[in-house]
């Protein structure tokens, strides 16, 4: 496999995965847009070699197709599978590498080594003004690391075995920042580095971090893998590179012998600065909000090193490859996590924090006369309390009874639940609680509710194939459009506010049931354009599950509370935007304008077609 990202790069060119940008390009907003519109084709990496303001090359798109990285580990694919397998003690198959030899694995390219006595390639000292300084979208803070490996280690325990290897983003300039001195790393307390710093805040002295950008696909792989206990990303980028992970340290610092670029540095406990705003993925900007400071003792490249970069958005973007890619490497680990779950899918086009379908098994109904969810809110508990699903705001989930499911299939996979879930006994609410730092429906950063809509049995409805008669002509509510069956979307006035919306709610409600039941479409959504989030259902899971908040945006028609349990007989999902989120990402036509120079003929992407 790859010694370093220039291999890969050779390699991704020489079998057609890879195309050269030889015209001058601007990391403002260029390098972005031009990535952003070959992974909307399904293009190639792109190689800029000609990036203005810096002398380093840039390189992005590498994970922009599952066949495309599968091509990059094609030698090791199998091994690090049947090492993820082997969940229970992952380290097996590397302290007993001859008993486990049908995984194909040898210890000794697994476990990173430290080269003593010899000094990393990466000694050519440079400033940060110096690196591609890449501006992904228009109201961004400022530039930023998209795939960086950030590392730590253990202040009570140091060592590289102790280690964390993640990926947080890292703002280079703008703001408050120093240039030169000072970076900013977003990432949450939680986190493997958060761990770190809450250590050594209390032992009153600075983390120590390294910030590795390039070298093998594998390192960057490494740094989003989801692991078992007892196997560290640093082992992991071993696997799959096929190749130990080498280090060295220098100043006390920890430094890849491989990577293109390492930023050294100091984060001291309470050092924060604002840090943002940043075009997320869920399409969407993440405000300005205080974060560590990395106070900055060195930056090294080494020669010729090329940057390693992706952008997002709303998806899909080049991350959505990577779960694909993560997903198809790791298995169904949920399984083994939680018993009785079958699936649980993070619905990308939501987000993927703010959406989960999920099937369990149901062994309880069997002595009930009554099918209906019982061990399927058990495991729902179990599922948000689990790791990063654990920032859900919505929760699906149902079990397979006398069909099989999948929940890939979206519509297929709703229809199921709403033709089964009684709107009376099957909503389940969690409030004041805690979201996706990055979901700005909630009351506040961090803050919001979760919902719970577990539905089994025998199917109690059929469900509207087009909008009921009783959904139309409603005075202030234009343009009712079927979404998919059983789900209606009515355009309303601008949101105000949730005085505003408790009257205006109050009304239609009122007015929907004065019509009449509408039992066969069980779920209506409020929404700013009717038109948009009817036109697919990528537009459906976007618009409804980022802009709304459970316990402030879910309402009913003939709504009420019984022990404290709230039912309804059709839910309405208020999803236009309110006043408190974050706007979201548009491109700049301008620069859209600029960017298709480089797609004529005879420019360097004129061949794509695009």
Known sequence: MYRNLEECIIDLEKNGHLVRIKEEVDPYLEMAAIHLKVYEAGGPALLFENVKGSKFRAVSNLFGTLERSKFMFRDTWTSVQNVMALRDDPMKALKQPFSNIGSGLAAVKALPIKKIGKMPVTLQEIQISDLPLIQHWPMD???????????????????????NLGMYRIQLNGNDYEMNKEVGLHYQIHRGIGIHQDKANKLGVPLKVS?????????????????????????????????????????????SSDADFVITGEIYPEDT?????????????????????????KVYAKPNAIWPFTVVGRPPQEDTSFGELIHELTGDAIKNEIPGVKEVHAVDAAGVHPLLFAIGSERYTPYQ?????????????????TGQLSLAKYLF??????????????????????????????????????????????????????????AYGDQIRELCHEVPNGLKGIRGYDHAHLVMPGVVSMQASKFIDYASTQVELKELTNAIQAN??????????????????????????????TRSNPSHDIYGVNSSYENKHWSCDNVIIDARIKPHQAPPLVVDPTVESKIERLFAKGASLGVLQI
């Open 211 to 255: 910030i590795f950008i390039g070298g093998p696909p594998a390192h960057t792989l490494a740094a989003v893998m989801p692991l078992p206990e007892g196997l560290s990303e640093m082992t992991v980028a071993g696997l799959l590179a096929g190749r130990n992970f080498r280090y060295n340290y220098i100043d006390g610092y920890c430094i």
């Open 397 to 454: 989930i149902t079990a397979e009874d006398k069909q099989p499911l999948d929940s890939h299939h979206i519509v297929e996979f709703l229809s199921y639940i709403l033709e089964r879930i009684d709107l009376r006994r099957d909503i389940h609410f969690h409030t004041n609680t805690t979201i996706d730092t990055l979901d700005y429906s909630g009351t506040g950063i961090n803050s919001g509710s979760k919902v719970v809509f577990a």
């Open 141 to 163: 803070g400022g530039a930023f690391v998209t795939l960086p490996q950030v590392y730590s280690e253990d202040p009570d325990k140091p060592g590289i075995m102790n280690s």
């Open 369 to 385: 006369q009554v099918k209906q969810p019982t061990e399927l809110l058990t495991l729902a508990n179990r599922i948000l309390g």
């Open 516 to 545: 009449g039941p509408i039992s066969s479409c069980p779920m209506i959504i409020l929404s700013d354009d009717s038109s948009f989030i009817s036109s697919s259902i990528q537009n459906f899971l976007w618009v409804t599950f």
């Open 273 to 297: 600065k604002p840090e943002g705003p940043f075009g997320d993925h869920l399409g969407y900007y993440s405000l300005t909000h205080p974060f560590p400071v990395m106070k900055v003792h």
